[in-house]
């Protein structure tokens, strides 16, 4: 699958799209754009559901910043392999699966063609997947920037009673099923009004032609196996002991989030002793795709952290803020 441009959405120009593989033989879908003497990579990787083309309007503008930018659809989602026949089923087994994927692109990708220092920016499930990687001790990264991360899902007890229904339903051999309340209809197929995502309707708009221009791009609702996979590693990261050295993070939280539990979030922080906070108070979910005063909210979050970087300044003791 090459890379789906539309008028409204256009894929910055220079792309480099290369397909690697992950020691288990899953195919997955990078794509890399180099500008003239780089300051360094953004190494952007999004959520569950997420592809590469929806960030489209972030890489132009990490890219107007001086940044290489190298970005890869997790397998299961976007142009990488799916793992069952109906590819409309959002599967995994382990989300250490998707530490995998992680390893592929450093090997492949990353060490042979990104300058350092290496940003990790990710959005959501991708968080959650490097925030089990720092704890770890395998995270590739000189700092991360996250968005939303998924340490909890908004009104939901990973660690209850849920929790023992999909473990038994998983169990019985129905992993691969849709979860209880999910299907194989894409979010972004939906009306603006009421949606959990985004209050900005031109970026809703935008995700939603994309999907539609490329039906391969879509994905439904996750699976009882992905849902137990999923609650495995919220409770994994509850109890993770994360190393007394860990690279500086900036986690932007949305103020309004109907989909992750920001108060989750500032619990994992409080354990980072390297994490600087900041909640967007009124931002949804999707901080990148939100209005442009939450957008331009977390830009300043952003090159403020990069700068001190580049600036090679000291490490920030953790804080916290509201915008």
């Known amino acids: 699958m090459t890379l789906t441009s539309t008028p409204d959405n256009p894929a910055p120009h220079g792309a480099i799209e290369e397909h690697i593989r992950a020691t288990d033989g899953v195919r997955l879908r990078t794509a890399r754009w180099a500008p003239s003497s780089p300051i360094g990579t953004i190494v952007l990787l999004g959520g569950r559901g997420e592809f590469i083309e929806k960030y489209f309007e972030v890489i132009g503008e990490l890219l107007t910043r001086g940044f290489a930018v190298a970005a890869m659809d997790w397998r299961g989602q976007g142009g990488s392999d799916r793992a069952l026949r109906n590819g409309r089923k959002g599967h995994v087994d382990d989300f250490f699966q998707f ?9 492949n990708v990353l060490e042979r063609n990104c300058p350092r220092p290496w940003i990790g920016l990710s959005h959501s499930m991708g968080a959650a997947v490097l925030l089990g990687a720092v704890s770890s001790g395998r995270c590739p990264f000189d700092r991360l920037a996250l968005t939303s991360p998924m340490i909890a899902v908004k009104g939901l007890n990973h660690r209850g009673g849920v929790r023992v229904l999909v473990a038994a339903l998983d169990s019985l051999g129905m992993g691969g099923a849709f ?10 197929r939906a009306s603006f009004e009421g949606n959990v995502f985004t209050s900005d309707e031109g970026r809703f708009a935008r995700v939603a032609k994309l999907v539609a221009t490329c039906p391969d791009l879509r994905l439904g609702g996750p699976t009882i196996g992905w849902t137990h996979a999923a609650f495995r590693h919220m409770s994994r990261l509850d109890k993770s002991p994360f190393p007394r050295t860990l690279p500086p993070i900036l986690i932007v939280a949305a103020g309004a989030d109907r989909v992750t539990d920001t108060s989750a979030t500032m619990r994992l922080a409080s354990r980072l002793g390297a994490a600087r906070v900041v909640v967007i108070e009124g931002a949804q979910h999707e901080i990148l795709i939100e209005r442009d ?9 952003f090159d ?5 970087f580049a600036s090679k300044s000291s490490q920030p003791e953790m804080t916290r803020g509201e915008i």
């Open 293 to 301: 005063v939450v957008r331009a909210k977390f830009w300043a979050a």
């Open 179 to 188: 979860a209880p309340g999910s299907g194989g209809e894409n979010q972004w």
């Open 99 to 107: 530490e995998s994927d992680l390893d592929a692109l450093l090997t």
């Open 304 to 308: 403020q952290f990069a700068a001190e």
